[in-house]
């Protein structure tokens, strides 16, 4: 239940650059700071929550890692090398993949073609000679086929790949679209709400699955299921109003009076609402 029970995260070595990391990080909407001057540092094979209440500032958070917010103030790097306006089409070839709130599957794809999309870092040929039909593009289609086949293996969804994705349930298309953020090998894997929508069976799944990820990737996992992210986080940065206001391991952050508050005032603040949510 505790990080006690896992190994912990390779260093890379003692003053070693971390995988990835944000910087006195900004963003603004308007007159709303949405991330004021957030730092987080991701280090190799680390499991790394993101937490808070609504509103705290978690996907504006992993959009900015992932290129798809541009911060109006602050830095990234990646194991020490600063990106600098990192755009989301980058991302392979940085190493990076995210998951979606939800699935975001393309309708009109098979499971298996979803997947597919997702391994352009691995594609040689280019998109010229996959028009034109060149055996090399025929062989590279047929390897990419494979590596998604054993994607789809990974999460435990080999038997839907040639089934479209309103054919199938929830938890299976949350699946599929997870095969397809691991189809391209990402060194550093980003897990918007990954749980949301699950039953607890799917749930303890996704945590062996999540543990046996950070063997050979870093996964920073923005979530509200607060089992699954003690149960599988090395360690948890937590935001209130678009600031850190804890850093630690899931005891720490358990512990953390300040943690406690941020979230019995977003209870009692529901409570005003008269809201059951
Ligand atoms: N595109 C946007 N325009 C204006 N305000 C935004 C935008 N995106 C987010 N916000 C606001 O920024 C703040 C942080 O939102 P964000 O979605 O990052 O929080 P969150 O912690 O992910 O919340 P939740 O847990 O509810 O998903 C919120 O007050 C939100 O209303």
Do not use: W
């Amino acid at each position: 239940m505790t990080s006690a029970v896992h190994q912990p995260p390779a260093a890379g070595g003692p003053g070693a650059a971390p995988a990835f990391a944000v910087e006195d990080v900004t963003v603004r909407f308007g007159g709303l700071t949405a991330l004021d001057a957030v730092s987080l540092e991701l280090g190799a094979r680390e499991v790394h929550g993101v937490i808070g209440p609504n509103g705290a500032g978690k996907t504006t958070l992993l959009n900015v890692c992932c290129g798809f917010q541009r911060p109006d103030s602050g830095t990234l790097s990646r194991a020490g090398r600063p990106l600098a306006a990192l755009a989301p089409h980058q991302l392979v070839d940085l190493g990076i993949a995210r998951t979606l709130q939800g699935v975001g599957l393309f309708r009109g794809l098979t499971a298996l073609e979803n997947v597919m999309v997702g391994a352009d870092r691995h594609r040689r040929a280019g998109f010229l000679a996959a028009l034109l039909g060149l055996p090399r593009a025929e062989a590279d289609r047929r390897a990419l086929a494979e590596r998604a086949r054993s994607a789809l293996a990974e999460v435990g969804a080999a038997d839907v790949a040639d089934r479209l994705p309103a054919a199938l349930p929830y938890p299976v298309r949350k699946r599929v679209a997870l095969a397809r953020a691991l189809v391209a090998e990402p060194e550093i894997l980003f897990l918007d709400e990954p749980a949301g929508g699950l039953g607890s069976d799917d749930i303890d799944e996704l945590a062996g699955l999540i543990r046996r990820l950070a063997e050979r990737a870093t996964v920073v996992l923005v979530e509200h299921h607060m089992d699954l992210v003690m149960a599988v986080c090395d360690r948890i940065t937590v935001l209130d109003f678009g600031r850190v206001i804890a850093v630690g391991d899931p005891a720490a952050v358990q512990d953390d009076p300040a943690v406690a508050a941020a979230y019995l005032g977003e209870e009692s603040a529901r409570g005003d609402e008269g809201g059951t949510a």
